[in-house]
């Protein structure tokens, strides 16, 4: 365990499981995962649940999209209202956030569009989740979008728009861009995004270390693609027990 006084989540590698959780099998092994971290989280600190948490990684390929659209899932399975902003604003990236969350593709302005042409951010609503995303931008073609990120506090902007509800951050990978650092100092709560056998203990190790002398109160670290094999006493009661629970679970439903 690299931090004993934070949450922390394994998430197996499963080829043939999605990435993203199912709002209608809320008790599934991966939303029980989460939902557990998330209430690990919410006792850490109690009294700030509606201020920003940054997601974090050290390189790309780590899961932040997946992690974040599932953190906000929880947060809509749980009833509460939920934020994402996507930061990323690197062109050419991969899958997003609200992709992730299966929200309709559109051309509207996004992050980039507000910090490079002064356009309001476009949130779409997802009615049945309860979720808002504002994307990081309808068409980012260059670096200027990471650029301009240095030079804005996306905690006060999200505050103006969404006060009461939680809300997530993903930011771009940290490796190389000092940027990610400077937002993380600002909204100052983080959860670390990882992968198994790709990140190094070491590197967490020391960018935790980093976390700490800017302030920044990391409230969990995740660890994406664990083999089962080497998952934690806890996540393997969970696995097994889930065909017990479910068949249950399915007979209430359709009650």
Do not use: W
């Not at 999605?18 to 557990?36: C, G």
């Not at 940054?54 to 947060?75: K, Q, V, Y």
């Not at 103006?160 to 400077?182: H, N, Q, T, W």
């Amino acid at each position: 365990k690299l931090v004993s006084s934070n949450a922390i989540l394994e998430v197996a590698h499963d080829t043939e499981q999605a990435p993203v959780i199912d709002v209608n099998n809320p008790i599934s092994p991966l939303a029980n995962r989460y939902r557990s971290f998330i209430n690990e989280i919410d006792a850490i600190e109690p009294a700030d649940k509606y201020a920003p948490i940054a997601i974090l990684s050290l390189e790309p390929g780590s899961g932040r999209s997946a992690t974040a659209a599932n953190l906000a899932l929880i947060r809509s399975i749980k009833g509460q209202k939920t934020t994402l902003l996507d930061a990323d604003l690197r062109p050419n990236t991969g899958h997003r956030s609200g992709t992730k969350l299966e929200m309709k593709k559109q051309q509207v302005p996004g992050l980039y569009e507000y910090l490079t042409q002064g356009t309001e951010p476009f949130a779409q609503q997802d009615d049945a989740t309860n979720i808002s995303v504002i994307g990081a931008g309808a068409h980012i073609k260059d670096s200027i979008g990471l650029l301009k990120l240095g030079q804005v506090n996306l905690k006060a902007l999200l505050s103006r728009y969404f006060s009461d509800s939680f809300s997530f951050i993903e930011l771009p990978p940290a490796l190389g861009l000092e940027v990610s650092l400077e937002q993380a100092s600002l909204i100052g709560r983080a959860i670390i995004v990882t992968r198994s056998g790709h990140t190094r203990r070491k590197d967490i190790k020391q960018y935790l270390d980093q976390l700490q002398k800017r302030g920044i109160s990391c409230l969990g670290v995740v660890l994406n693609d664990v083999a089962p094999s080497r998952m934690s006493i806890s996540n393997e009661f969970n696995e097994s027990n889930y065909q017990k629970y479910q068949h249950s679970y399915e007979v209430s439903a359709n009650a």
